[in-house]
């Protein structure tokens, strides 16, 4: 089993900046291979970012891609989640996942999860 908690959501406005992080517990971290998803309202769950174990290797939406950052600490099993130029229709509970295996881009590809953080955009 891996315990996820997520922190940093918050209320912000249209291009600010927020910081998530996620603090695993349960498994050896770097092993695990660690995304971001997010769910609006109303909306199926979405793929915003993920990184691989060892390598680090990270994958972005497009939505997201060149605004928002996903990084790792091993050494304090924590992942991050850099979000700048922040944009109303960021607006959703944003959700950390792990899976023991290779991740991906769907949530079908991760077994744990977070209870997840509201971030909140006002234009």
């Known amino acids: 089993q891996v315990q996820l908690v997520e922190s940093g959501g918050g209320l912000v406005q249209a291009g600010g900046s927020l910081r998530l992080s996620c603090a695993a517990s349960?498994?050896?971290?770097?092993?695990?291979?660690m995304g971001w998803f997010r769910q609006a309202p109303g909306k199926e769950r979405e793929f915003v970012a993920s990184?691989?174990?060892?390598?680090?290797?990270?994958s972005y939406a497009d939505s997201v891609k060149g605004r928002f950052t996903i990084s790792r600490d091993n050494a304090k099993n924590t992942v991050y989640l850099q979000m700048n130029s922040l944009k109303p229709e960021d607006t959703a509970v944003y959700y950390c996942?792990?899976?023991?295996?290779?991740?991906?881009?769907?949530?079908?590809?991760?077994?744990?999860w977070g209870q997840g953080t509201q971030v909140t955009v006002s234009s």
């Open positions: 349960g498994r050896t971290f770097s092993r695990l291979a």
């Open positions: 990184i691989s174990g060892r390598a680090g290797r990270t």
């Open positions: 996942a792990a899976d023991p295996t290779f991740g991906g881009v769907g949530p079908k590809d991760y077994d744990f």
